[in-house]
């Protein structure tokens, strides 16, 4: 069986790929989907995190070497969280 940080980096690798093909490609099957991999494959495309993840949990027991997105984010902008009291 492969390393962990292997396998992770791998996912990392492919979730850039899918996130800028959906950033770039509107019409792209991963635009504004929820996306699942698993040891370096995209093994689920779906519109809601708890399908992704439910899939995630049949295909690789392993949760350290899968990795969820959600295509089409720009996950190096800054986000402000603000509290309403």
């Given amino acids: 069986m492969e390393n ?7 996912n ?12 770039t490609n509107p019409q792209s099957v991963y635009a504004g ?3 699942g991999l698993a040891n370096g494959q995209v ?17 690789e027991t392993d949760p350290q070497r ?3 997105i ?4 720009d996950y190096e902008a800054v986000q402000s969280i603000w509290r309403v009291a």
Avoid: H, P, W, Y
Avoid at 4 to 10: F, N
């Fill in 33 to 35: 989907k929820f996306v």
């Fill in 43 to 59: 093994v689920v495309v779906a519109d809601s995190l708890d399908d992704v993840v439910q899939r995630l949990e049949q295909v």
């Fill in 70 to 73: 959600e295509a089409g984010l």
């Fill in 12 to 23: 990392r690798e492919m979730a850039e790929r899918v996130n800028d093909e959906a950033r």
């Fill in 4 to 10: 962990i940080s292997v396998v992770q980096q791998r």
């Fill in 66 to 68: 899968t990795f969820c």
